[in-house]
Structure formats: structure tokens, C-alpha cells
């Protein structure tokens, strides 16, 4: 389902028109760090509108974080800010994300030509998977018991990359092994699930390697800290 962005009106579409009016010179990425009152309420907007059009998921990691708290994201420019601030509230240039993919990708191009000078809508037109333009599933397939992000194109590979997605397989390679014993059940488990006669029967054998999965991560990540501190 395509994401549905921000339409401006009232007084934001003043802020957003006063903006597009100015020489290009005058148009900076700064703009959107100014405390000005008009900044500052088009940027609540833009946060609160994307928070819920994305239903509490980042569009890059996909991991939902529901806070409904606006500072728990971070607006993000898909063509970054500093290189393009002419798209700086284009409404189709805008989305939120979850702080880690925002800092990971900061100004890193994603054009496939950066010197456009109005705003590309085709999907081709960028390296990565586009929040507005691109369906995420057609590029990457998240393996969540597992913290690992599988390509399935060359966008899924960029957006990978630009995203720093691999931080998160890091992560859990860190926490060292699971148990024996935990690695066994999964095991078991996966068995059945090849030999589960219905989807029902499937989905319920998901879950409960799903819940299996979660539970050895947590103990591997508690003798994991327990090892730090030990080293300390
Ligand atoms: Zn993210």
C-alpha cells in the first residue's frame, strides 16, 4: 500500500509556500533547525502526519516502534537535506524513521543522477528503496527471529548498505552462542513446521520458534553482558 503524504493547509501551507518562493540560494538545509514558531509547527505536522501514515514503522529497518511521544523519531529527508534543501518540505521527500537508520544514512546520496533539479517520482530514479515510491517487500525480506535483512534486488542491497541494516545481525553475532539446547528446540520445531498439515498449524509453529528464537537471543545477550562486566 502506497504511503499517503502530508497535504499542507491552513497555516503550514503558508510556511511551505513562503519556503518555495525563496531563491534557491536562500534555500537551506538549516531552514529546518530555525526555532522560528512557523518552523516549528510545520515540522510537528510533517512528524505527527508520517508517525501514523507509517503506522509506527521505520520504512527502512521496519521495526515498529510505537511511541507516541514525536521525539522518539526522526524526520527524515529521503534526498538528504544538505545536498538537496530545495526539497526540504516536499511532501514526497519526507517520511519518519527510527534515529539509528536516520543517523546511518545521513547525507548519503541516493539518486541515481544528484543533479536534478526537481523532484524525481519514479521509482528508478533512486538506489534505494523508496519510502513513497517502492513496495519494501519487493526489495528486502526481513528475517526478524534473526535480526537479519535478506536482498532481494539491487535496492535491497543499497538500502541495506545506506541504512546500515547489517548492525543489527552485528548485534546479535555479538551476544555470542546460544545453548545447545536452545539451538535443539528450534530445531524440533522447524521440523514440524515442514510437516505442519494447514496454515493454522504453520502459523502456530512459527510463533513458538518465533517466541523460542527470542527467548535464546536474551539469554545469549545476558551471558554476553555478563562477559563485559566480567572483563572489566
Ligand atoms: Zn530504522
Not at 507509517?54 to 527502512?60: A, G, R, V
Not at 537535506?81 to 526539497?87: C, G
Not at 494447514?198 to 545477550?221: H, V
Request: charged fraction near 25%.
Amino acid at each position: 500500500m502506497p504511503l499517503i503524504h502530508i497535504t499542507y493547509n491552513g497555516e503550514i501551507l503558508g510556511t511551505f509556500q513562503r519556503f518555495e518562493r525563496l531563491p534557491d540560494i536562500e534555500k537551506s538545509g538549516d531552514v529546518w533547525d530555525s526555532k522560528a514558531r512557523d518552523i516549528c509547527d510545520i515540522k510537528k505536522a510533517i512528524k505527527d502526519h508520517y508517525i501514523i501514515a507509517q503506522d509506527y514503522t521505520c520504512p527502512y529497518c521496519k521495526q515498529r516502534i510505537e511511541v507516541n511521544h514525536n521525539a522518539s523519531w526522526d524526520a527524515e529527508h529521503i534526498i538528504p537535506k544538505s545536498t538537496h534543501p530545495r526539497f526540504l518540505f516536499e511532501p514526497l521527500n519526507l517520511c519518519v524513521s527510527c534515529k539509528d537508520c536516520n543517523n546511518e544514512k545521513r547525507d548519503k546520496p541516493v539518486l541515481v543522477n544528484n543533479n536534478r533539479r526537481t523532484l524525481p517520482v519514479n521509482s528508478g530514479d533512486y538506489i534505494i528503496s523508496h519510502p513513497h515510491f517502492d513496495d519494501f517487500n519487493d526489495n528486502i525480506r526481513v528475517i526478524e527471529i534473526a535480526g537479519y535483512y535478506l536482498p532481494l534486488s539491487d535496492k535491497g542491497r543499497k538500502t541495506i548498505e545506506i541504512c546500515g541494516l547489517l548492525r543489527f545481525s552485528y548485534k546479535y553475532a555479538n551476544y555470542g552462542n546460544t545453548s545447545q539446547e536452545n539451538k535443539e528446540t528450534i530445531l524440533e520445531l522447524a521440523n514440524s513446521l515442514m510437516g505442519a498439515s494447514s496454515p493454522a498449524e504453520e502459523n502456530a509453529y512459527l510463533g513458538i520458534i518465533s517466541d523460542t528464537a527470542r527467548a535464546g537471543q536474551k539469554l545469549s545477550k545476558e551471558a554476553f553482558l555478563k562477559q563485559k562486566e566480567a572483563n572489566k
